[in-house]
């Protein structure tokens, strides 16, 4: 299995909006709606954003959607802060009932 | 609120087996909504799904680990554990224990989401002689 392809970087400023992309497979972003997103600040674990494609699990701002098109998903930030600057990941669940994780996407808030 | 500690050693030596174990509190391995995971992130690199294990025991593994990895579950201790072998340098990475939302049962129905809700901090694993 391959890793979902994410763009290296993504930078906007504060209050933009910013959209990450994760591209896939039928086989894993395509076929299901299992696709999540996970945030990591430097020397920090992953911390789960979004959930099966755009739900935000408790405490996580709705600035942060999620939406999926297709084999893509996509994260988009809305009003964009400081402490949005971080590391994204997406995730899918894949149809040999796997799991398999993007390139990674740094996000700089300028 | 659930939460994973990993422990183990922080060197292995090449060819030899890495073993960990993740030690979970506030909550219990016995639970059927939940795997348990183990995930793996080299110096400066991206994330690796490594495998994960029920409370029954049945496992799933990245199939390009599959043929040197084990992940068993301890119900009586509450920790799951993972054991690589064969170890190189290219296994050098930060080490982390997750739990994965297996279901949601609501409304008399099972919700399948399959994510990784809670991780524990991580250890790093350097291989070197």
């Known amino acids: 299995q391959s890793a979902l392809t994410q763009p290296p970087s993504v930078s906007g400023s504060p209050g933009q909006s910013v959209t990450i992309s994760c591209s896939g497979t039928s086989s894993d972003v395509g076929s299901y709606s299992r696709v999540s997103w996970y945030q990591q600040s430097p020397g920090t674990a992953p911390k789960v954003m979004i959930y099966?494609?755009?739900n935000r699990p408790s405490g996580v701002p709705d600035r942060f959607s999620g939406s999926k098109s297709g084999n893509t998903a996509s994260l988009t930030i809305s009003g964009l802060q400081a402490d949005d600057e971080a590391d994204y990941y997406c995730s899918s669940y894949t149809t040999s009932s796997t799991y398999v994780f993007g390139t990674g996407t740094k996000v700089t808030v300028l | 609120q659930v939460k994973l500690q990993e422990s183990g050693p922080g060197r292995v030596k090449p060819s030899e087996t890495l073993s960990l174990t993740c030690s979970v509190s506030g909550g219990t391995v016995s639970i059927g909504s939940y795997y348990w995971s183990w995930v793996r992130q080299p110096p400066g690199k991206g994330l690796e799904w490594i495998g994960h294990v029920y409370y029954s025991g049945s496992t799933n593994y990245n199939p390009f680990l599959k043929s040197r990895v084990a992940i068993s579950v301890d119900t009586s201790t509450n920790q799951f554990s993972l054991k690589l072998n064969s170890v190189t340098a290219a296994d050098t990475a930060v080490y982390y224990c997750?739990?994965?939302?297996?279901?949601?049962?609501?409304?008399?129905?099972?919700?399948?989401?399959?994510?990784?809700?809670?991780w524990g901090q991580g250890t790093l694993v350097t291989v070197s002689s």
């Open positions: 099966e494609v755009s």
């Open positions: 997750a739990r994965v939302v297996y279901y949601d049962y609501v409304g008399g129905s099972y919700h399948y989401q399959y994510f990784f809700d809670s």
